[in-house]
């Protein structure tokens, strides 16, 4: 199975990533981390990177292919994968498809976690209680959602269009949020194997 999760900041992509990634045994590829992780090398190119993500915007889509592609050619994303926050805009899909059609493979199910802004909000300032995220402030977070709205909604049409987009209520406590994509990658494997 490779499922793409979109849904805003703080609406629980990598909160479900984490428990579908143990029940399904694919990996969790999230380019927030990858690219966080990229930061920390304090290189030229993490320097870059942090001019972005520290104040809410998307980092560059060639950047994030680059990054994409090569954890995708690692041996345990053969069977599948699920994607955290990747692809974010329109050509990233374009080019998502082009390279998985290029190993002979597709996506089967894109999941699009809803939620409320003052939610979102909430969860984030929640979060930043507890642990340092350099983009959790109420100004990055302002910022970060109005990309989503611009860049990363749009995404939702394409996906749509193509039969693989399923809506989950992200309002729900984790585990009721859980429960329904459970039952949506269950349907979906079924139909796979008719
Ligand atoms: P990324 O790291 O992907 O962050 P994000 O999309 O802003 O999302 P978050 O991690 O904040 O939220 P989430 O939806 O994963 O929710 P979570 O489970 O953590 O990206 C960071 C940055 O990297 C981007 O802004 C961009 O600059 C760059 N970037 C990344 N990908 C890119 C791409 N493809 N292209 C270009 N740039 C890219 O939950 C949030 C909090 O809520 C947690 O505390 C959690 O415990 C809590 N929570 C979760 N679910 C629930 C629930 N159901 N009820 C109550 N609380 C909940």
């Not at 966080?36 to 809410?56: D, K, Y």
């Not at 990055?140 to 990309?147: D, E, G, H, M, N």
């Amino acid at each position: 199975m490779r499922i793409v999760f979109i849904g805003p900041p703080g609406a629980g992509k990598g909160t479900q990533c984490k428990r579908l990634t143990e029940r399904l045994s694919i990996p969790h590829l999230s380019t927030g981390d990858m690219l966080r992780a990229t930061l920390e090398q304090q290189s030229a190119l993490g320097r870059q990177i942090a001019s972005f993500i520290n104040h809410g915007m998307l980092a560059p889509d060639y950047l994030v292919m680059r990054i994409a592609k090569k954890r995708l050619l690692e041996s345990d994303c053969k069977n599948g994968c699920l994607f955290d926050g990747f692809p974010r805009t329109i050509p990233q899909a374009q080019l998502l498809d082009e390279f998985l059609q290029s190993l002979g493979t597709q996506l089967d199910l894109v999941i699009n976690l809803k939620c409320q802004q003052e939610e979102l909000v909430k969860r984030m300032l929640k979060r930043a209680m507890i642990e340092f995220r350099a983009d959790d402030t109420a100004e990055t977070i302002a910022s970060r959602l109005k990309v989503f709205r611009t860049m990363t909604e749009p995404l939702l049409e394409y996906y749509r269009h193509r039969g693989v987009l399923c809506d989950v209520d992200g309002m729900q406590t984790p585990d009721e949020v859980f429960e329904q994509i459970r039952e949506m990658v269950s349907v979906r494997k079924h139909k796979r194997a008719e």
